[in-house]
T-cell receptor, first 113, second 116 residues
Framework: DTGVSQDPRHKITKRGQNVTFRCDPI?????LYWYRQTLGQGPEFLTY????????KSRLLSDRFSAERPKGSFSTLEIQRTEQGDSAMYLC???????????FGPGTRLTVT | AQTVTQSQPEMSVQEAETVTLSCTYD???????LFWYKQPPSRQMILVIR??????QNATENRFSVNFQKAAKSFSLKISDSQLGDAAMYFC?????????????FGTGTLLAVQP
């Protein structure tokens, strides 16, 4: 069990560019979550997948954000036309079915200049 | 909507001493879970301890224990025999048990410093 992995760990982009992040959950965890964490705050929920189905989305997830989990394994989070306000740590977590706790990855730190 | 409040932005403890971190929450649900997560500097979030609301017994995990007061909606974390490696940001989190949502709702965190 290698834990939740995220790639890249750091991303610097210019305003207006598109970025994509990847998350690989713990194997056999069928639930996957994305959160966003800004400096000095706790993580805020963005979206949740059970297998390949996206079952819950936060109002924080604007039209510029899209997430996928096409085969029920890894997931991608894409941000289009990035804005400076998108600068944050993007955290991925996974959990096995019927277990309430979530296991987090190291995060992707996005800086929009 | 559920909320989680951590009123102590920063705490400090001497090595080998005991410290208690506070957390209160607001919910109208009767079935839920509470967690404490630890986030060391520049490192990933680690689950410290979990409490089911239906359990009266307070959860313990080695040097970490909770004081769960359901009526008061309070969920504090006690760290005994503090170690330098305990220095981190600690987050309290809530999860509904109803099945309507699986998201974690976090507080703003408490930054714990451990003095040698």
């Amino acid at each position: 069990d290698t834990g939740v992995s995220q790639d890249p760990r750091h991303k610097i982009t210019k305003r207006g560019q598109n970025v994509t992040f990847r998350c690989d959950p713990i194997s056999e965890h069928n639930r996957l979550y994305w959160y966003r964490q800004t400096l000095g705050q706790g993580p805020e929920f963005l979206t949740y997948f059970q297998n390949e189905a996206q079952l819950e989305k936060s109002r924080l997830l604007s039209d510029r954000f899209s997430a996928e989990r096409p085969k029920g394994s890894f997931s991608t989070l894409e941000i289009q036309r990035t804005e400076q306000g998108d600068s944050a740590m993007y955290l991925c977590a996974s959990s096995p079915n019927l277990q309430p706790e979530q296991y987090f990855g190291p995060g992707t730190r996005l800086t929009v200049t | 909507a559920q909320t989680v409040t951590q009123s102590q932005p920063e705490m400090s403890v001497q090595e080998a001493e005991t410290v208690t971190l506070s957390c209160t929450y607001d919910t109208s649900e009767s079935d839920y879970y509470l967690f404490w997560y630890k986030q060391p500097p520049s490192r990933q979030m680690i689950l410290v301890i979990r409490q089911e609301a239906y359990k009266q017994q307070n959860a313990t995990e080695n040097r970490f224990s909770v004081n769960f007061q359901k009526a008061a909606k309070s969920f504090s974390l006690k760290i005994s025999d503090s170690q330098l490696g305990d220095a981190a940001m600690y987050f309290c989190a809530y999860r509904s048990g109803s099945g309507a949502t699986n998201k974690l709702i976090f507080g703003t965190g408490t930054l714990l410093a451990v003095q040698p």
